[in-house]
């Protein structure tokens, strides 16, 4: 298995440009979600999804959009970058139970610098 | 909205000595999570604690939680240098409405001098 990868590893982007990070799992886990790690900082939660078709707002989600139309794709969206936006992204999954998940297996991230 | 609070933020110790991270979170969970991060890396986990009284070790690590006073330790005995990373916990909140949600704490930033 090779797990959870995403891509881009690293991008630039300009402010105001749009850019869809990708996220894949082959685990055949229900829950996935993006964080942004900032310096400093825990990881804080984009946007979840409990399976597909079901996407949820996590602590800060102003400035990106998510959709998850199968259980092995999770695209982080960025409408119209800015400054602030310059993080490592990270996408995670987890099986679940009831409604509750598990541990998280993390993928190897996604350095974004937006200028 | 569930906080969670770690310290020390950083943590220069020598080889051989025995420290603990403490984990404080604010509000009523049951579940807690250590993590591994190297520099420039990902998030590794290294526990996961699922009930009042919990713990678990491996090697040198050993994490503990105690949901009644909402803390968890991390304790690290006879420091090695490859134990020198970034440590964070997570807290899941009970689901309210779709999901459980995580939260991290800022992380402990290790660092073990030969």
């Known amino acids: 298995n090779a797990g959870v990868t995403q891509t881009p590893k690293f991008q630039v982007l300009k402010t105001g440009q749009s850019m869809t990070l990708q996220c894949a799992q082959d685990m055949n886990h229900e829950y996935m979600s993006w964080y942004r790690q900032d310096p400093g900082m825990g990881l804080r939660l984009i946007h979840y999804s409990v399976g597909a078709g079901i996407t949820d707002q996590g602590e800060v989600p102003n400035g990106y959009n998510v959709s998850r139309s199968t259980t092995e794709d999770f695209p982080l969206r960025l409408l119209s970058a800015a400054p602030s936006q310059t993080s490592v992204y990270f996408c995670a999954s987890s099986y679940k139970s009831g409604q509750r998940s598990y541990e998280q297996y993390f993928g190897p991230g996604t350095r974004l610098t937006v200028t | 909205e569930l906080k969670v609070e770690q310290n020390p933020l950083f943590l220069s110790m020598q080889e051989g000595k025995n420290y603990t991270i403490y984990c404080n979170y604010s509000?009523?969970?049951?579940?807690l999570y250590w993590y591994r991060q190297d520099p420039g890396k990902s998030l590794e986990s290294l526990f996961v604690?699922?009930?009042?009284?919990a713990v678990k070790q491996e090697g040198r690590l050993m994490a503990s939680l105690d949901t009644k006073a909402r803390l968890s330790t991390l304790h690290i005995t006879a420091a090695v240098h490859d134990l020198s990373a970034t440590y964070f916990c997570a807290v899941d909140t009970r689901p309210k409405s779709v999901f459980n949600k995580f939260y991290f704490g800022s992380g402990t930033k290790l660092n073990v001098k030969p």
């Open positions: 509000t009523t969970s049951d579940r």
């Open positions: 604690l699922l009930s009042n009284g």
